[in-house]
């Protein structure tokens, strides 16, 4: 199943479904590092609102885009993780630790355009 | 009408995907919340992912548990895969010996209400895990 990753200025959003396998994970974190690149951009937000599940692989791979994008200099936000799915993680020991997260999109796209004075 | 028993097998990284939505699936049909639904398809995911890593393939059954006061549900993972040395160490939390983030079996065993495993080196791995509706 592939991600969208649509362009927003200088952000990239990536929608994670809710069925995303291992493979599917390992390809968006490529995919995105790749578009990073492509676009020049300044940061990547990334919509795991659909996410039924936050296992361990899953949240490692979440942890790998987010350094590998902030090697390139950009920055990662984590969106939409729903109250059950932190629950579970927390449960599980999984942490993003130096990941940005925020409530929902419109709270990242906020965070981002206050840290980048972007003003629409 | 009594919830049979579902089997996955388990081959591929595609195949956790599988049995944790058959898991959540279940698990509503129980008339588990959709919180607890979640925690028990976290934890089948766990599961699966171990079979995949560890023993490349095996199987998880589902089962719901209709006792006299309280219904529950019952996952089972097994495999013929090399079997776990040391339990006790590998029920520890961070410890692992795949470069992972450890066998996940800790926090599984938090998801989840109750919790069984038995291994046999070269001959394989088994857990059984049981969550109670509230």
Known sequence: ?120 | MSVGEIRVEINSDQDIVVARQKGRVLAGELGFSAGDATLIATAISELARNIVSYAQTGEIKLKGIHGSSRVGILVIASDDGPGIIDIRQALRDGFSTSGSLGLGLPGVRRLMDEFEISSQPGKGTMVAVKKWRQ
């Open chain 1, 1 to 120: 199943m592939e991600v969208p990753i649509l362009k927003q200025g200088a952000f990239l959003i990536a929608t994670f479904q809710a069925a995303l396998s291992d493979a599917d994970l390992n390809q968006l974190r490529m995919g995105l590092v790749q578009q990073v690149v492509k676009f020049r951009s300044r940061a990547v937000i990334v919509d795991v609102t659909a996410m039924d599940v936050m296992d361990s692989f899953a949240s490692r791979t979440l942890r790998e885009i987010a350094h590998m994008i902030r090697l390139r200099g950009a920055e990662t936000v984590i969106v939409g993780i729903q109250p059950e799915v932190a629950f579970a993680m927390v449960q599980l020991g999984l942490t993003l630790e130096g990941v940005a997260t925020a409530l929902d999109l419109e709270e990242g796209l906020a965070y981002l355009n206050e840290k980048f004075k972007i003003t629409n």
